[in-house]
């Protein structure tokens, strides 16, 4: 059986085969950190506590392994990598295997080249553009990951990276990173650097047989779509059926 919670922002707690893999953990209190620069809501992060009755430190005790799709600070924070022995595995692209082992001093680093195995399971690495040309260059490399029938797309627009890995793993779940962020102010003109809700409507109509998860909602200064704007949305185009927003600490997914 597999069963993913939604902790909170991009922040999943998968189960499976009787072990917890944490993904993308975000678990500081409201307002540790500046806000996301170039951006004009100038409010720290994160916006919203975790839900009641879930802990940073509650999480981490349940924590088998943890698989990182890049170093932004809202997908993998200090509070977390204080809280957390330095001997869990951390599975994170390659590109991050200096920084999570020799910088932050997790023993058991793990880059994920194309595929890695935890728990008997295969995890594949996926691609992904962090915002159109000229901007995700700037921000920097980022993955999404592939676990049995999941497809978690990572910090992406839409793009041919996420079009190949639909058409590589015909996945049967597909999250993705919603809210349409962007940074009103760069040069670039504020091009959303994850996907906004035609992105969402894009990956659902490329993979009917898919159902769609939206998380990475209302938790950061420089997201633009709520999650009811979503919904709205979705229900417009006629995809209520099997596109998702899932609310902060709900289990999601079980099968």
Known sequence: MMQIQLIRHATLLMHL?????????FLSDVGTFPPIPLTTNQTPIPLVPLPTGI??????????????????QDHWD????????KNTPVYCQPADETTVRKEQGFVNAVPVG???????????????????????????????????DVYIAGDTIWCDDVK?????????HIIVNGGGGRMDLDQNGGHPIVMNIKD???????APEAKVYVVHLENTNHSRETRADIKEAIAAAG??????????????LTV
């Open 17 to 25: 085969n009787g072990k917890n893999l944490l993904i993308d953990p």
């Open 55 to 72: 802990t940073a430190a509650g999480v981490l005790a349940q924590t088998d392994a943890v698989l990182v799709t890049h170093m932004h």
């Open 78 to 85: 200090p509070h977390t990598q204080e809280l957390l022995p």
């Open 114 to 148: 194309d595929t890695a195995t935890w728990n008997g399971i295969m995890i594949h690495r996926t691609s992904g553009r962090h915002g159109a040309p000229g901007i995700a260059e700037r921000i920097g490399p980022v993955s999404g990951y592939v676990i049995n």
């Open 164 to 172: 190949e890995a639909i058409d590589t793993y015909r996945p049967k």
């Open 200 to 206: 969402v409507i894009t990956v659902c109509n490329y």
């Open 239 to 252: 995809l209520s059926a099997r596109c998702f927003v899932p609310a902060d600490g709900e289990i999601f």
